[in-house]
């Protein structure tokens, strides 16, 4: 018979348990951080009616880029590509219950349709904080440190990242202001976007073609913006006041924080202050994450207005991340100790040792099989499960066992309740 | 601006947080009790090539249940109706490298689509937990043990729920000594998996339809094993030899088990031992969940034997059996503490204090907002925060703050060093 494939479908990744323990440790830290910020933690389908992904919430995912399907009632079905929209929707849904400000956190997985490659895999996992109902620059402020406090708890060193930091108000007043069309403001976002991706001139270029005769004045500004000035044009402008506020407000926190101009973050939704995290690695500069402010998202759903700000920060990036920096956890068991079977005695007797251990918090395998004793160790060391106790005729008449380390070999002859209390201290 | 539903799609559950705390409870006590036994967890996407799920591998998702729908690259794919052929494809695809038997976990959500109905959604996650590389009956007995754990870690009394159990063995034993038809035996099999749909007179005429002149000997053998018997036909066959086995070793084990000679368990792929847990709630008497061993199904993805044995448990089930045996917990919020802000100096210094009692393991919301002081702390009270501190200009220049307990009314007078020492020793 012809087998079937064992690879999983393309694009996606299995988790063997070695892969599940470090996305367990992200997920694990993620939810710490978020909790610590008071955020409670929501979920969802990945399933959601296509027409939330539609050109006027996100022209991104309304392309080729989303999984859709047609269900077997003619409705199009959407695999989220993120979970924002999601979010609106709940909280607009439950907007009268709810004590606003609300903060939320998820972990979920998102779907894009694009060709796999690093970092950018099919599937991947987002931890997304939102805080809804505050229009006040402490909400960003907060969503800002909360992303720089789990850059610290996965270990990473101040110098290792920095925060960028810009605001579409003052992108939108500086494009006003310059009376650019929405066509001509739009592609501008678009080509600052993909600068790092094209040559000097083909930005040059292109630029020119977009602004025409306003090329002059838009350099002018953008120039005077990246040296941290501020043109005239925008001097007093609501853009400019926030971000200074913001900016104050983080660095007070003793947060570093670097304003880009160019930054944009892809989504059109973004309303005022956006921001991401960026790697300084000088072999593999990027950005890793980021999110911003979405006033007028929740709009979609509700004829109330409710101010959000948030960020997503995805498992793939960030694995990479921790594995450049050297910054993964050790591989450690989730399985205290292996009862190995010395005799026939043992291996009638062990089911009933390891129900009273896990009456008493340890987390017990009794070995399985019918390999010899050294074997069964074997089995115990290439789990890497770290104690072992061999039981055989001897320790049930005598109800004492030698517990053994085997990375170090070091014993020590307990009872069963010995056994539960080392472990209940380690 | 016609307004997006906020309604989920449909047979899929929003999480809202008071959900997700039940549900993170459930997965929790799944966790707890897996990892007791030794189980190590694993996880994949929920994207499958849909040939997965052809009819050789289970002819109850093979037909209209399945989400399958074509990519963009003209491959068909499912969103996964169950877990077992993904962790069997799994295994397989490392046999080399993995240390026999092994013990694993996961608890992916899975899609069906049928009509919503009570405790039958398109979507629910589930509990799977299995062991391969093993034949022998401790094997089984050990799945069935942590089963009736985890029944009991959720609260549940002994009263509240039995351990059904058959053998496809001894089915299989009968049915060829009878000398039935493959198709004969199959429509026999489902027939008797909808006995407790149909009137007994349906049962008994479509019983007579397929079995013609052979209804009485197979009337008769179902009679006697139901009488817990075994009908000459099955004296010293595999099936019942086992069967014993099984039902001594966990009666040792102080669990009690029904043998029911008409338990079938949906799946074609279990070829021993199958189980369920029952709820013997007089009112609503059912299935909760089940497993069975299935040695043959990697044979799908590997020229080599790995036999298998599992069960699979779902949450919505589980759930709607905790709320009816009112064994739900009570509502906790993951949030400590609210800093409330009694004025200008509070709002300012209230992000710094909030920052040194998060390093202090404290989970904190900082009020975000303009409402006066009595509706902060309402705001903190319909939240279920448990405490909250108002901090002000004489707060901070003491540098003492009054911790109060909402549901209590007490207060303790602490610095900043006694407010983590409280929630840590708490």
């Given at each position: 018979m012809t087998k079937l494939s064992?690879?999983?479908?393309?694009g996606v990744r299995d988790f063997y348990p070695e892969d599940m323990a470090i996305q367990k440790h992200i997920f694990e830290v993620w939810q710490k951080v978020a909790e610590s910020y008071g955020y409670e933690e929501y979920s969802a389908s990945i399933l959601e009616p296509a027409e939330m992904y539609s050109a006027k919430t996100n022209e991104e995912h309304a392309s080729e880029q989303t999984y859709t399907f047609t269900d077997r009632g003619e409705r199009q079905v959407t695999l989220r590509p993120e979970m924002t929209p999601t979010v609106a929707r709940m909280i607009a849904g439950k907007k009268r219950d709810l004590a606003f400000p609300v903060r939320w956190y998820s972990i979920p997985n998102v779907f894009r349709y694009e060709r796999p490659q690093r970092g950018r895999l099919r599937e991947h996992w987002q931890l997304n904080a939102d805080i809804f109902g505050s229009e006040a620059v402490t909400a960003d402020v907060e969503v800002i440190s909360m992303a720089y406090d789990i850059m610290r708890a996965f270990g990473?060193?101040?110098?290792d990242f920095i925060v960028r930091l810009n605001s579409r108000k003052i992108w939108n007043t500086l494009t006003e202001q310059l009376a650019l069309s929405a066509e001509q403001e739009h592609a501008l976002a678009r080509l600052i976007d993909k600068k790092a991706k094209i040559t000097a001139l083909e930005y040059t270029d292109e630029e020119e073609t977009i602004l025409g005769d306003k090329t002059k004045l838009f350099r002018a500004d953008m120039e005077m913006l990246a040296k941290d000035a501020v043109p005239e044009r925008l001097i007093g402008s609501d853009g400019v006041k926030e971000l200074a506020q913001i900016r104050a407000l983080l660095t007070n926190a003793g947060i570093p924080v670097v304003y880009d101009p160019t930054l944009m973050r892809g989504f059109t939704y973004y309303t005022g202050p956006v921001f991401e995290i960026f790697d300084t690695d000088p072999k593999n500069p990027r950005a890793l994450f980021g999110g911003g402010r979405?006033?007028?998202?929740?709009e979609l759903f509700s004829s109330d207005k409710i101010p959000a700000v948030g960020f997503g920060m995805g498992d793939v990036t960030i694995r990479d991340f921790l594995e450049t920096h050297n910054l993964l956890p050790e591989q450690t068991s989730t399985t205290d100790l292996m009862l190995c079977l010395v005799d026939e005695k043992g291996r009638d007797e062990a089911p009933e040792l390891a129900r009273h251990l896990r009456a008493g918090g340890v987390r017990v395998a009794v070995y399985e099989g019918t390999k010899k004793l050294g074997d069964q160790i074997s089995v115990a060391s290439k789990k890497s499960i770290p104690f072992i106790v061999c039981i055989g005729e001897k320790e049930v008449a005598e109800g004492s066992y030698v517990l053994k380390e085997l990375a170090t070999g070091n014993e020590m002859t307990l009872d069963m309740a010995g056994i539960t209390a080392f472990f209940r201290t380690r």
């Open positions: 064992t690879e999983p479908y393309k990473a060193q101040p110098g979405y006033d007028r998202l929740l």
